[in-house]
């Protein structure tokens, strides 16, 4: 089974990293690194799931891949 993807940027209006996951509406997380941001995220996105699987709603499979550009020479 594959796993949801998560973005991670950092955002100078929030002096800090934001990790999302797209195919999960509003799961995003911040932290003062990278790793921070990772590991607040997976809290989020467990607590997201479970609060679907409590109320009954559906829960998105995983399906956001991003896209990557190339250049070539």
Not at 5 to 13: A, C, L, M, R, V
Not at 19 to 48: H, Q
Not at 64 to 70: A, C, D, G, K, S
């Amino acid at each position: 089974m594959s796993d949801y993807h998560i973005n991670i940027f950092y955002s100078d209006g929030d002096g800090g990293y934001i990790a999302d996951i797209p195919d999960l509406e509003a799961c995003s997380a911040f932290g003062a690194t990278p790793e921070e941001a990772l590991r607040e995220v997976e809290l989020a996105k467990e607590a997201w799931l479970a609060a679907a699987r409590e109320k009954g709603l559906p829960i998105p499979p995983p399906r956001y891949r991003p896209v990557i550009y190339q250049t070539g020479g």
